[in-house]
């Protein structure tokens, strides 16, 4: 039985699963109209699309992985369940990391203004940058599937006792940090991306302070507005990874709930929140949003007019 300290957080993160999921499928849905609309698909249209799928796939690993270690534990301590999910969660979790970054990468070489050389030969080779990362990504594959291979096969040696009672806890930590080696890269990249693009942002704001005209004052609460969706985006970046170190780290203290759910709640943060950040964000999707809530509202009107005249 969960206590209500339990309870209640074991239903904040299923709301922040759902509010995920709505949030990622309604800008993939979008992405998607805009697709036929045009007939053809933008580098940042692609870049969402994979963030969304990506992202909603993470929420569902996360919160269903969660809830079987909670009611049925003796199913995550089958062999098909811990290779299931570890491969299921390195492919979804390492794609939603690179999207996040390529996302972040894109806006630093299109809005930032740096005068450095190396500054300026990346920004005219946006493309090679993208494949350099795609590359970076199957290196990071190719080092997390023999990780969880070996956790396997060590598994295997103590399946007739218990394994946890054999897991070193230097090990089992050891394990996990090549596990995500991959994911530990992109995430130092896109904190490095932020930085640099809060720093073109703010010294570009500083500038524009100078000057006092209507247009002007207009650009600078759009790139005041900007700084603050990227230091959001940091603060639910952090908090992402702190919530799967604890997950994780529940693993070694049996029958530990609460910490398995407040990593569930903290880790299902970024996933739900950033997407409607990018949705506030962006005007097109932002635009969007306003017209299904109109829509949605229309829709509860005419519905309970009908109730009414019955």
Request: proline share 1%; aromatic share 12%; charged share 15%.
């Amino acid at each position: 039985m969960l206590t209500i300290v339990e309870g209640i957080l074991l239903c904040f993160a299923t709301s922040e699963s759902v509010l995920g999921v709505l949030g990622n499928g309604f800008i993939l849905r979008e992405t998607c109209v805009d697709y036929v609309r045009q007939k053809k698909c933008s580098k940042i249209g692609f870049i969402l699309a994979g963030l969304a799928i990506s992202r909603i796939c993470v929420i569902g690993v996360i919160i269903s992985d969660g809830y079987l270690k909670l009611l049925s534990p003796h199913m995550v301590a089958s062999d098909a369940h811990f290779t299931g999910v570890s491969y299921l969660w390195v492919i979804v979790n390492h794609m939603s990391t690179w999207f996040a970054t390529s996302l972040n990468l894109f806006y630093l070489l299109k809005i930032a203004n740096f005068s450095h050389y190396i500054f300026l030969c990346l920004k005219r080779r946006i493309n090679t940058m993208f494949t350099l990362l795609l590359g970076c990504l199957f290196i990071s594959w190719s080092i997390s599937f023999p990780q969880i291979m070996k956790m396997f096969n060590d598994k295997l040696q103590h399946r007739n006792t218990s394994w946890k009672s054999h897991i070193d806890k230097s090990e089992f930590i050891i394990n996990h940090i090549f596990l995500n080696l991959g994911i530990f890269f992109f995430f130092m990249m896109t904190i490095v991306i932020c930085f640099l693009l809060i720093i073109s942002l703010w010294r570009h704001n500083r500038q524009m302070k100078l000057n006092v005209t209507g247009l002007n004052n207009l650009n600078t609460g759009v790139h005041v507005k900007a700084i603050k969706v990227l230091i959001s985006f940091i603060i639910l970046f952090l908090l992402h990874f702190i919530g799967i170190v604890i997950e994780t780290l529940s693993f070694l203290r049996s029958q530990n709930k609460l910490m398995l759910i407040l990593g569930l709640t903290i880790a299902c943060m970024y996933p739900c929140c950033h997407s409607f950040i990018l949705i506030l964000a962006n005007s097109q999707l932002k635009q969007a949003s306003l017209r299904a809530l109109k829509q949605l509202k229309c829709y509860e009107k005419g519905k309970d007019v009908r109730s009414t005249g019955k």
